[in-house]
């Protein structure tokens, strides 16, 4: 089903659930809580870089007349007004949706992905008022929310609607420290299938990204919301407990690859690739004097770290100083790629002519460069530096060197 007819018949369905009830019970609108069923459905990764994170939905299902309805939270329109713009800001609107249960689990599985429903032990009360709750959040007035990538997304809304109606079991049981995961290491995970994106957005996650997760914070992704509840008890009404998750089934296996369970490790990649540039940006350095070859491969490759460098540091100060992306604020990556070092790039490029000497300048900024990026890797012994970013300070304290190496080398 194409996004546009999926719209329609989600407002088709709302105004169906919202309409007065007839005589004659109609559906999860006026079933009574013992009617209902309530379900976590979750839905794998996709192959789009939005969809690497998995999706899931609350799915009602009125047991005694059949109607099945997927709530979900994961609606956003490219459409939208300014929505490139409010992207980049990271102000971004998203709302909530309601779909016929088959149509949506159909559409995940044409595409691929893996599809697990998990049946939950609610009471009929909760049941009823978490079809209620649901009911009311997905009225126009009340279906957009601000998404946030970690804290507020389809998922943590999801289970926040889930522990609401289990008066905060879920929070109360979760509360624990997780095996060490943090914001960065499952995204790094989840991206791993685009290795570019994920550099890209690795690079520009700040420290906030770094803090080590509950297993309530852990579960902002959908695979892991799935693997938490499996572990929630709830009182049985005899005294004792039973899990939260009754029954769990694969209504597909899918056909897209899971998502590695650990993120990359790019210390040693990126180790081997600061000695590999670091070392021939060094050597050209110190035969450009004497070395026309030499010389060129220096100015040349000196000027495209530097411009890259430059770039990357004023995408990560933009993205500090003039966006909400507040887990990619007080980048300690900043210490390594400064938007300064594009004002290296005009004296790189004149050292290709043969009688080309570095300036004043451009040494002593090239030092200050090579400074900070000493510093980054000093920095990790301070309780203050906690971002892990050991294999950029790799990359950029190598290159920092052998530019500065060059310049003064050239003077």
């Known amino acids: 089903m194409t996004r546009a007819l999926r719209r329609l018949a989600a407002l088709l369905l709302a ?3 919202l309409a007065p009830a007839s005589p004659a019970r109609a559906g999860i609108a006026d079933a009574p809580g013992e009617a209902l069923e309530i379900a976590l459905v979750t839905y794998g990764p996709g192959t789009i870089y939005w969809e690497r ?16 309805v997927a709530f979900n939270y994961g609606v956003f329109d490219f459409e939208q007004r300014d929505f490139l713009l409010n992207f980049a800001r990271g102000y971004m609107i998203y709302r909530m949706d309601a779909v016929p249960a088959a149509e949506d689990a159909a559409y995940y599985a044409t595409e691929g992905r ?21 009911l009311w959040n997905v009225q126009p007035a009340h279906t ?22 289990l008066g905060g079991a879920i929070r109360r049981q979760t509360q624990a420290p997780s095996h060490g995961f943090t914001y960065r290491m499952h995204t790094d995970r989840l991206l791993a299938a685009q290795p570019a994106l994920m550099l890209l957005v690795d690079l520009g996650l700040g420290p906030a990204a770094d803090r080590r997760l509950s297993y309530w914070d852990e579960s902002f992704v959908p695979m892991v919301l799935m ?3 499996r572990e929630v008890q709830l009182p049985d009404g005899r005294g004792g407990t039973q899990p939260l998750v009754a029954h769990e089934a694969q209504l597909d296996a899918g056909r897209l690859p899971a998502p590695p369970g650990l993120p990359p490790d790019l210390r040693l990649p990126f180790l081997l690739a600061a000695l590999l540039l670091g070392s021939g940006l060094a050597w050209a350095g110190h035969h450009a004097p004497r070395r026309h070859a030499a010389r060129l491969a220096f100015a040349w490759g000196g ?51 043969a009688d080309a000497r570095s300036g004043r300048f451009a040494r002593a900024l090239a030092a200050l460069l090579l400074l900070t990026a000493g510093f980054a890797l000093f920095a990790k012994i301070l309780p203050w530096f906690v971002q892990q970013n050991l294999a950029w300070i790799e990359l950029g304290l190598a290159l920092n060197l052998a530019l500065a190496y060059g310049l003064w080398r050239h003077r």
Request: aromatic letters at 10%; a positive charge.
């Open 144 to 165: 957009q929310y601000r998404y946030d990538y970690f804290t507020d997304n389809c998922t943590t809304r999801v289970r926040d609607a889930l522990d609401r109606a």
């Open 303 to 353: 000027a495209l770290y530097a411009l890259a460098a430059g770039l990357a540091g004023l995408f990560m100060a933009l993205l500090w100083t003039a966006t909400a992306h507040r887990y990619a604020w007080a980048n300690e990556n900043l210490l390594l790629f400064s938007p300064l070092a594009l004002l290296l790039v005009p004296a790189l490029l004149r050292l290709a002519r």
């Open 114 to 134: 893996r599809v697990t429903r998990q049946t939950l032990a609610l009471t009929p009360p909760q049941r009823a008022a978490l079809r209620d709750f649901l």
């Open 53 to 68: 994170f998995g999706h899931d939905a609350i799915e009602v299902r009125d047991t005694v007349g059949g109607e099945a």
């Open 15 to 17: 105004c169906a659930l």
């Open 227 to 229: 693997r938490v509840l």
